[in-house]
Nanobody, 126 residues
Framework: QVQLVESGGGLVQAGGSLRLSCAASGGTFRPYVMGWFRQAPGKEREFVAAINWSSGDTYYSDSVKGRFTISRDNAKNTVSLQMSSLKPEDTAVYYC???????????????????WGQGTQVTVSS
């Protein structure tokens, strides 16, 4: 069974940058789509970005488009999220997941993803 482990979170000032990583291990890792989501206290888990594992096509939420970049390393079974121009509203626990409900397009629904890692905290101070 595939396990995902996120890392790279921390405390950063507004306008700063962070790079998150998600490493997959165990099982047979052949994802269709990998995604990053985030969850702030008292809020639902929300979509951030996704990447098609084979084609490299990407998909972003409007709130992070132009500031965040998702990438993958097929050889290392990792997916990364480069975050720039961070804002206080980006503060959340960030999770990576595997889209296990196949749809015609990459999904932005948390319910379509699974194998969530434990998450990594990102805190952006103003």
């Amino acid at each position: 069974q595939v396990q995902l482990v996120e890392s790279g979170g921390g405390l950063v000032q507004a306008g700063g940058s962070l790079r998150l990583s998600c490493a997959a291990s165990g099982g047979t890792f052949r994802p269709y789509v990998m995604g990053w989501f985030r969850q702030a206290p008292g809020k639902e888990r929300e979509f951030v970005a996704a990447i098609n594992w084979s084609s490299g096509d990407t998909y972003y939420s409007d709130s992070v488009k132009g500031r965040f970049t998702i990438s993958r390393d097929n050889a290392k079974n990792t997916v990364s999220l480069q975050m720039s121009s961070l804002k206080p509203e980006d503060t959340a626990v960030y999770y990576c997941g595997i889209q296990n409900i196949i749809r015609a397009t990459m999904s932005r629904r948390a319910a379509d993803f699974g194998a969530w890692g434990q998450g990594t905290q990102v805190t952006v101070s103003s």
